[in-house]
């Protein structure tokens, strides 16, 4: 499976963006999908996920109430779309994908894509 991630670019606080991340290789129906990122010099933090059933979204504490991640089944995908973008934003965003939950949450998923660079000038 390779997970592709796309949308990232240079914005300004106060915009917004679509990440977008398909998956080829295999159907991941059955899997819950989500997104992490990565600034410099920081560890690798959780930042959204979906679960297969589409009923059921978890965002970290940072994004909440700015982020909505949602999947489409059709496409194979996730996507993340991200308004009120502030600065401390700014990071390298991957997308991931496991049959469990918590594995994902946890940061230990089965699959990872590569980043999209999200940058957020003040």
């Known amino acids: 499976v390779q997970l592709q991630a796309s949308g990232g670019g240079l914005v300004q606080a106060g915009d917004s963006l679509r990440l977008s991340c398909e998956a080829s290789?295999?159907?991941?129906?059955?899997?819950?999908m989500g997104w992490f990122r990565q600034a410099p010099g920081k560890e690798r933090e959780f930042v959204a996920r979906i679960n297969a059933n589409l009923d059921s979204t978890y965002y970290s504490d940072s994004v909440k109430g700015r982020f909505t991640v949602s999947r489409d089944n059709t496409k194979n995908a996730v996507n993340l779309q991200m308004n009120s973008l502030k600065p401390e934003d700014t990071a390298n965003y991957y997308c991931?994908?496991?049959?469990?939950?918590?594995?994902?949450?946890?940061?230990?998923?089965?699959?990872w894509g590569q980043g999209t660079q999200v940058t957020v000038s003040s």
């Open positions: 991931a994908a496991d049959m469990s939950v918590f594995r994902l949450y946890i940061g230990r998923p089965e699959y």
């Open positions: 290789g295999q159907t991941l129906d059955d899997y819950a």
